[in-house]
């Protein structure tokens, strides 16, 4: 029972990642005028993604289903620090 509860916790991380992404990109590209501006944006949260995977994998051998879920939390909390961020700085004024 464990086993298919992880693999439905599993499936269900990477469709709502996978979904969130793309909806986050085609609705960047389609508001922000400047077209660089969502890699600006998404390139913190993807090199922090990166990064904290490879430690992980590195100290533990193996990344755990709920590490990964709760991993896709942390991402919408980025991201959304980033799009802030991207909005009120001097320079977008």
Known sequence: MAAGNANQLRADTV???SLMMVLLLAFLFGFLRKKRAPFIILTPVLLGG???ISVIY???GSIS???VAAGSIILGIAVNYSLHFS???PAHR
């Open 87 to 89: 909005f009120t700085s």
């Open 65 to 67: 289903v709920l590490a």
């Open 15 to 17: 469709l709502t990642v």
């Open 58 to 60: 590195l100290i533990q």
């Open 50 to 52: 990166l990064f904290s």
